[in-house]
C-alpha cells in the first residue's frame, strides 16, 4: 500500500466524542508528503485525569481551539478519498464516527485499516506485545513523544510502510 493517510486520535475524557487532538500523515507513492496536527475543542470540553495523564493535554490547552467540525474539514481536504491507517483502528474510526455523530455530520464512508492487526499477523509472537512503540521499535522507527497525536500517526504511517 502506498497512498493513504495514517490518523491519531487523542481524547479527553472517557467520550469517544472528546477528541483534543489530531494528527494526519499523507503519504503517496511510498513517500510522506503533508501532514497536519490540530488542536481541537473536545465536546463535552473536561478532561479526566487519566487522560491528562497520557497526552498531557489540559481544558487550558484547547479553550480557544476550534471544535471538529471546523478542524475536520481542514483535515478532510488533506486526505481526501484516501484509506486511513491507524494503530488499533478501532478505537480512531469509533472517535471519528462519534464526533460525525455528535456534530451531525454525514458520515463519508471512511475505509480503515489497522496497524495493530496487522501487526500480529507478521510479528506474531515474536513481540512482546503489539502496542504503537513496540511495533515501531521493531519496524526501526524510534517514537519519541508517544500519545502526542502527530508523533503517533507518522510512527503508523512509516510501520504501514513497512507491514501493510
Known sequence: ?????????????RERSSVCSVGAVIVRDGRIVDSIYRLIRPRPHYYSSFCTRIHGLTAADTAAAPEF???????????????LVAHNAVFDEGCLRACFECWGLTWPDYRFLCT???SRR???????????????????????????????????????????
Open 69 to 83: 467540525p471546523a478542524v475536520w474539514r481542514e483535515v478532510a481536504e488533506r486526505i481526501g478519498s484516501l484509506p
Open 122 to 164: 507478521v510479528f506474531g509472537r515474536r513481540l512482546p506485545n503489539h502496542r504503537l512503540h513496540t511495533v515501531a521499535a521493531a519496524c526501526g522507527c524510534m517514537l519519541e513523544n508517544h500519545h502526542h497525536a502527530l508523533a503517533d500517526a507518522e510512527a503508523c504511517a512509516r510501520i504501514a510502510l513497512r507491514i501493510l
Open 1 to 13: 500500500m502506498k497512498d493513504f493517510a495514517a490518523i491519531d486520535f487523542e481524547t479527553a475524557n
Open 116 to 118: 495493530c492487526r496487522a
